[in-house]
Nanobody, 127 residues
Framework: QVQLVESGGGSVQAGGSLRLSCAAS????????MAWFRQAPGKEREAVAA????????YIVDSVKGRFTISQINAKNTVYLQMNDLKPEDTAIYYC????????????????????WGQGTQVTVSS
């Protein structure tokens, strides 16, 4: 049974930083496409960053380039999202997701492409 557990959300002021963690268990293979999505009230869920675990493809959406970094520690089956210089528009629920069918992240970054999801963690950025 695949489980993705996020942690690290919270409330910060604009310009602050947070690091989100996603601990994965039950994945059959070591290489998977792992992604962070976010969903703000009234908006669609969007991919923020993605990584092919074990090295290779990394995707960062334009709106957070230069501020957010995705990384992994394979030995811990954990993926991180380091978020710096946070802005009020980054306020959303952040979800960890896994696409096990496209381990090199070749399947795209739409939410429908990811079959496994964490419960989400709230990030609130105040001005």
């Amino acid at each position: 049974q695949v489980q993705l557990v996020e942690s690290g959300g919270g409330s910060v002021q604009a310009g602050g930083s947070l690091r989100l963690s996603c601990a994965a268990s039950g994945l059959l293979y070591r290489r998977n496409c792992m992604a962070w999505f976010r969903q703000a009230p009234g908006k669609e869920r969007e991919a923020v960053a993605a990584i092919s675990t074990g090295g290779g493809s990394i995707y960062i959406v334009d709106s957070v380039k230069g501020r957010f970094t995705i990384s992994q520690i394979n030995a811990k089956n954990t993926v991180y999202l380091q978020m710096n210089d946070l802005k009020p528009e980054d306020t959303a629920i952040y979800y960890c997701a896994a696409d096990v069918d496209h381990p090199y992240c070749s399947g795209g970054y739409a939410a429908r492409d990811f079959g496994y999801w964490g419960q989400g963690t709230q990030v609130t950025v105040s001005s």
